[in-house]
């Protein structure tokens, strides 16, 4: 900040500047831009951060320059056989969407038309200081990062995205299979979903809605009576949402 002094103003700055607020430039930039590679990001805020901790400017303990950042529409973390010290991801996604970053020297996020960048830096001083989670998402649609930069101990890692598919119901097995006339058909839904559950005979036509409508999240049964139907096999049909799982079953007269 042109202070002559290094300290959290200067990390407060820095921030700003890369969450899209007022943006450093001339000298402030070339000070900013600790690692010389042009582009004022998290991995010049870890350095700033450990040179006002802890006077320390050396990257000897970076360990691994790999990490993973995994996400689903529930939270996002990241894993890397090395030290996390400091994160940086912009996320695009709709109107219904949240955030809760987890605590740290800094947590900082900034939203401009459905974008959102975040910044997660440790202190670095111990090894639970290690970042592993990042933030807690609520939200009613999709949503995807762009874009990640990972630092170690002022070292950027090289670093992969991977999305994260939440299974979002668990259809039980029916139970008793074979059957006669009865069997009970069991779902957990991780979320309030559309449900439909419709049973199909072998030769692929439709003979029974067992349920359709909007469920809240929880378990639901039902017992399926066939007794009006010829023995034979059955497929259970459970559709959630845009997913679908098949069983099949054997009636027994």
Not at 159 to 176: G, L, N, S
Not at 190 to 204: K, L, P
Not at 211 to 237: C, I, M, P, Q, R
């Amino acid at each position: 900040n042109g202070d002559g002094v290094t300290n959290v103003v200067d990390v407060v700055r820095m921030v700003t500047h890369v969450l899209g607020g007022d943006q450093l430039g001339g000298i402030g930039f070339c000070q900013g831009n600790l690692n010389g590679d042009d582009v004022i990001n998290v991995v010049d805020i870890v350095t700033i951060v450990n040179m006002i901790l802890n006077g320390r400017t050396d990257t000897s303990d970076s360990g691994s320059n790999s990490a993973t950042i995994e996400y689903s529409d529930t939270k996002i973390s990241i894993e890397s056989d090395g030290y996390v010290q400091g994160v940086q991801l912009t996320i695009s996604h709709c109107d219904d969407f949240s955030i809760d970053l987890n605590d740290a020297y800094v947590s900082e996020y900034s939203t401009t038309d459905m974008e959102t960048t975040l910044i997660l830096v440790s202190q670095g001083l111990t090894a639970d200081q290690n970042i592993t989670d990042i933030a807690e998402i609520s939200t009613s649609c999709d949503f995807t990062i762009t874009d990640a930069v990972v630092s170690g101990r002022g070292v950027e890692y090289d670093t992969t995205i991977d999305q994260v598919e939440r299974k979002r119901f668990t259809v039980k097995p029916a139970y008793p299979n074979p059957f006669n006339p009865t069997t009970n058909i069991n779902l957990v839904l991780e979320n309030d979903a559309q449900v439909s559950v419709q049973i199909y005979n072998i030769a692929g036509q439709l003979v029974d809605v067992i349920a359709d409508g909007l469920y809240n999240l929880g378990s639901h049964h039902w017992t399926w009576n066939a007794e009006n139907l010829a023995s034979g096999v059955y497929f259970v049909k459970t559709q959630v949402g845009s997913e679908v799982h098949t069983d099949k079953i054997m009636l027994l007269k």
